[in-house]
């Protein structure tokens, strides 16, 4: 190559470095305005897949096959094989990383075992161990490369190209894939950007396939004709190190951190899955149908002694097809670049959310809890991974830069990362895999894997220096790294293979049976392994969560996932609740999605630390509490009913209570009535019996003492008759019908009259009346009767319940504001005040003894009579003098009639 | 010497017919219409009735506080009490056992029933 060629080559690699992320910028461009669908297509999704094809496979494959043969198709079997029966593996874990949100193989497996953040850690450092050498491979291919193009001999390594490359892809990386922190806000521009190097290096192969057994040979045949004689006579075709290589690359094709993260964390729709497993496999088809042609063409073409990893590149150039290089130069780039992009976002992620934010949460938790944006945190310890470990793979790429072959390393690392499958099958698989068990198991095979292979791999450089390797340590042979219990003559990797999966199994498995899951690796475990049975939502009760304040939940997730998407995510929930404006209530889904949420940006188990900060951990979750409150407020509802119904019981009984007493004292009015009544019968009856026996058994009797005896029969007798008027009288007051005819009269006429009455009446106590001023003139509404009625009862009240010798009563009456009032003073001893109110009553006893004479229902009767007639009667209180009676009988009084119709015009007479 | 006699009532028609067929019998009969005219008549310089007919139904002191006086009065209470009432309740009657009256008669009486007893208490 011209040097004006390669000083194009490296134009033209910039320029291609340019063109991906002009594509990434595109990408996230139109992702975001939703515009460019295809960018969501099962196509786009297959190619990212295809960031498995690194340039390891891309150069290394046609080396490993002219190296030995056959063997390179095993990378391509394992994920074949894996995407081929993808409905059994690959489908339930693409559901349960959409489900859960998870967004690393780390996270997978932390959220598996009970949210374990040790084990997010565990499987972040194993991850990155591993990846550092293998992106130190790819820097290495990509200077390998760029001195072969360049013409530059290949014994010493200009590790300044390795060292831009590594600046260029973190640059583009920390652009691109540090955009925002949630999982499920996919990488569309990187996506896009994969997804071109995955054409280019696809078109790059074809191209040199096609130039090689079309260009340098005339046809297959012809090529196949020049097969070097031992070659293909492997034995080792599914022997054991093929066996091994199957499943290593099948391993990987899932537990490399970049292929969870494009298959499982970038994965838009399920049904992409579907197409990329025979999509997938296609391309790699593809990618390796022309690599027995370019070994072959290599080995038979090329001078002995070069390098079978850069037949791809040199046989274009020794054919002089410049253009044709330079693309596969640049295929072999973006194979590199592609690898390196990825795995720095997939690492970068685990270690921000499982050892950067875990620290922070854990320092934090010193501090007060809503201080400090995670986010920024979280973004920034991303951009530092992905310096770190570029720089990693830079400093490794340095002090190896001179060893193996390419496809060692790659290998070493594939073991590596095949530590996390049994992991993984056993969370998706087996019930009872448990932390411990996945602890122990990581730990066990890590440390195998480190031991048997990786440093071993370091060879004279290694740690354990030359001696343990060939002696073991301590001189213990059992022990030699690379022959462990005598298991010698393996094939290294295949005896590491062996042995880290073996105690990586045996201890997970031990692990898990060692004890009983608790609830929280239980429920994570149903959620895994039912994940196609609902199992995501069955026992939908995380064991933590006291009362936590919608503020503290709003402000966790603004931490977290930046102001706006937290303030769409909580106006969506806002709505669902239907709630028009402010926060949604803390529910228990609120929480529990925020906790998916926020796994989708920090991983499940510091999800779960910082949601139990705030939702604390005790075993009543807000929807029990939420219950609790509802079932409280019912209760409160209910004991405030019954409590007006007790209110109103009481009131009821207190009245039947009032009610029973009145009728209580009713009846004991009525018997001291019926006994009155009986007592006012027996007394004339009395007078009666006994004379009327005298008259007949007395034969004796002049005729004045006869007539006499008669003639008090017959006064008897009229008591008896009067006593029997006011009974009936009583009880026509006592329903309120007192026959009344009303006329206009004079009340002082009638007064006067009855006073006549009573004065022409001689009993045993001189009875003296007083009459005092008149009302002269009054005209009143009434039943003079009735009115003489009342008038004689009060009169004759005075004169009974007196105990003077003269009896005095005091009559007057006056015009009281167009009012007749009529008083009828006596000089008795008065009424007691605890009587005044009962003398009116029906059934009232008199209320002195000395009032035996009568059944005390005059005053019942003359009340009733007043008020039938519109007035009233009353007791006066009893003045200062003391003694004495004074009842008071009101009547309205007559209106002229001039004055009405003077006053009232339209009233007719 | 016809026994005396004090009979409290105060109804008038009833005394006259008490007075009328118990002095055909023989009796010194004293009234009162009262109960303090009853104790009155009752601490009589020439010494206590040999009978005393009670009303319960009298004014100022009604029958059974008199009744209790008598009782009480170390000289009046070996007198002999028959008592009258209109309320021939079992409950006054009940009381003016206890209280020692030594008859009961409810009104309206026969004239026989005042006679035999007034006898069977104290011969005129």
């Known amino acids: 190559m011209t040097p004006q060629a390669v000083e194009f080559a490296l134009v033209a690699a910039l320029a291609y470095v340019a063109l991906l992320f002009g594509v990434a910028y595109l990408g996230d461009q139109r992702a975001r305005r939703g515009s460019f669908a295809w960018l969501r297509s099962s196509l786009v999704y297959t190619l990212s897949i295809s960031v498995y094809c690194t340039s390891w496979t891309f150069y290394g494959a046609v080396g490993s096959a002219a190296r030995g043969g056959l063997e390179f198709a095993t990378i391509y079997l394992g994920p074949t094989l894996v995407f081929v029966g993808w409905w059994l593996f690959l489908r339930k874990l693409v559901r349960i990383g959409r489900t859960q949100r998870i967004t690393s193989i780390a996270d997978l497996i932390s959220s598996r075992f009970g949210k374990s953040e040790a084990l997010g850690a565990l499987v972040t450092i194993i991850a990155v161990a591993a990846a550092t050498p293998y992106i130190a491979l790819q820097l290495k291919a990509v200077t390998t490369s760029y001195q072969v193009i360049a013409g530059l001999p290949l014994d010493n390594l200009d590790v300044r190209v390795g060292f831009w490359v590594a600046v260029g892809m973190a640059a583009f990386t920390i652009l691109f894939g540090t955009r925002n922190v949630d999982a499920n806000e996919r990488h569309h521009g990187v996506v896009a950007a994969i997804a071109l190097e995955a054409l280019v290096k696809l078109v790059a192969l074809l191209a040199v396939g096609g130039f090689v057994v079309f260009g340098l040979w005339d046809n297959p045949a012809a090529l196949f004709a020049a097969v070097p004689p031992d070659f293909l006579a492997s034995d080792e075709v599914f022997g054991p190190r093929w066996i091994t290589l199957i499943v290593l690359s099948a391993a990987a094709i899932v537990c490399l951190p970049r292929q969870f993260q494009v298959i499982v964390v970038e994965n838009e729709n399920e049904r992409h899955l579907a197409t990329a497993s025979w999509l997938f496999p296609t391309y790699l088809l593809l990618s390796c149908v022309f690599i027995l042609p370019v070994a072959i063409s290599g080995m038979t073409l090329m001078p002995e002694g070069a390098d079978p990893d850069m037949f791809v590149l040199t046989i274009p150039l020794a054919a002089e097809a410049d253009w044709l290089a330079l693309l596969v130069f640049l295929g072999g780039f973006s194979s590199a670049t592609s690898m390196i992009i990825v795995s720095s976002i997939a690492l970068s992620t685990m270690v921000s959310n499982h050892i950067v934010a875990p620290l922070a949460l854990r320092l934090s938790r010193r501090r007060t809890r809503t201080s400090g944006d995670v986010r920024r945190l979280l973004l920034t310890s991303r951009r530092a991974a992905i310096g770190t470990i570029l720089l990693f793979g830079f400093l490794y790429f340095q002090g190896s830069a001179q060893s193996d072959a390419l496809a060692a390393i790659g290998l070493i690392a594939f073991v590596g990362v095949a530590q996390f499958l049994p992991s993984v099958i056993g969370g998706l698989y087996w019930p009872l895999a448990n932390k411990r068990g996945a602890l122990w198991g990581l730990c066990g095979g890590f440390l195998t894997w480190m031991y048997t292979l990786a440093v071993p791999s370091l060879g004279e450089a290694s740690p354990l220096g030359a001696a343990v390797l060939r002696d073991g340590p301590w001189g213990l042979t059992a022990l030699r790294p690379q022959a462990l219990l005598g298991l010698d003559g393996w094939d290294p990797l295949v005896h590491a293979t062996f042995w880290s999966l073996l105690v990586n199994v045996l201890l997970l498995v031990l692990g898990s049976l060692s004890r009983e899951p608790k609830p929280l690796e239980w429920l994570q475990a149903t959620r895994f392994v039912d994940v196609f049975r609902g199992g995501a939502d069955a026992g939908e009760r995380p064991q933590f969560q006291r009362p936590a304040t919608s503020e503290d939940l709003f402000i966790l997730a603004q931490r977290i996932l930046g102001a706006e998407p937290a303030r769409d995510l909580f106006d969506a929930f806002a709505r669902r609740q239907g709630i028009a404006k402010g926060l949604p209530r803390p529910t228990e889904d609120l929480v529990g999605d925020l906790e998916r949420r926020l796994a989708g940006s920090v991983g499940a188990a510091s999800a779960r630390a910082m949601v139990s900060q705030i939702a604390g951990r005790e075993v009543i979750s807000i929807d029990e509490l939420v219950s609790i409150a509802d079932e409280t407020a019912r209760i409160m509802r209910t004991s405030q009913a019954l409590e007006r119904k007790s209110a109103e019981l009481e009131v009821t009984a207190r009245r039947l209570r009032e009610a029973n007493d009145q009728l209580r004292e009713l009846d004991r009015q009525k018997d001291d009535f019926l006994s009155q009544v009986s007592h006012e019968v027996r007394t004339p009856m009395t007078a009666i019996r006994s004379f009327a026996e005298i008259l007949r058994y007395t034969e004796t009797l002049d005729s004045d003492q006869a007539r006499r005896f008669v003639a008090i029969i017959h006064d008897e007798c009229i008591r008896l008759t009067r006593l029997l008027d006011d009974i009936l009288d009583l009880r026509v007051v006592e329903q309120g019908e007192i026959p009344v005819s009303m006329d206009t009269i004079d009340p002082d006429a009638v007064l006067d009259r009855t006073l006549d009455a009573c004065e022409g009446l001689s009993g045993e106590v001189p009875v003296r009346t007083v009459r005092r001023a008149r009302a002269t003139g009054a005209r009143v509404r009434a039943d003079p009767d009735r009115l003489r009625q009342v008038f004689i009862n009060l009169l004759s009240n005075a004169v009974r319940h007196n105990d003077k010798a003269v009896v005095t009563i005091t009559v007057d009456s006056r015009d009281r504001d167009g009012v007749y009032e009529a008083t009828i003073t006596d000089n008795g001893p008065g009424v007691p005040d605890d009587a005044r109110e009962r003398i009116f009553s029906l059934f009232s006893a008199s209320w002195t003894r000395a009032a035996g004479k009568g059944a005390g229902l005059g005053l019942a009767i003359s009340r009733g009579i007043m008020h039938r007639m519109g007035g009233e009667l009353t007791l006066e209180p009893a003045d200062g003098d003391g003694d004495g009676a004074r009842f008071r009988v009101t009547l309205p009084m007559e209106v002229s009639a001039r004055q009405t119709r003077a006053e009232m015009p339209g009233l007719p007479v | ?124």
Not at chain 2, 53 to 61: E, F, H, S, Y
Not at chain 2, 87 to 93: E, M, T
Not at chain 2, 95 to 113: V, Y
């Open chain 2, 1 to 124: 010497m016809p026994t005396r006699l004090l009979i409290a009532e105060d109804e008038p028609s009833i005394l006259e017919s008490l007075v009328f067929i118990l002095a055909r019998e023989g009796y010194d009969i004293a009234t009162a219409r009262d109960g303090e005219d009853a104790l009155d008549r009752l601490r009589d310089p020439k010494g206590p009735p040999g009978l005393l007919i009670l009303d319960v139904m009298l004014p100022r002191l009604d029958g059974f506080e008199v009744l209790r006086r008598v009782r009480d009065d170390p000289a009046l209470k070996r007198v002999p009490v028959l008592m009258l009432t209109a309320k021939g309740q079992a409950r006054d009657r009940q009381m003016a056992e206890q209280m020692g009256a030594d008859a009961f008669i409810a009104k309206p009486f026969s004239n026989q029933d005042v006679v035999r007893q007034a006898r069977r208490l104290a011969a005129p």
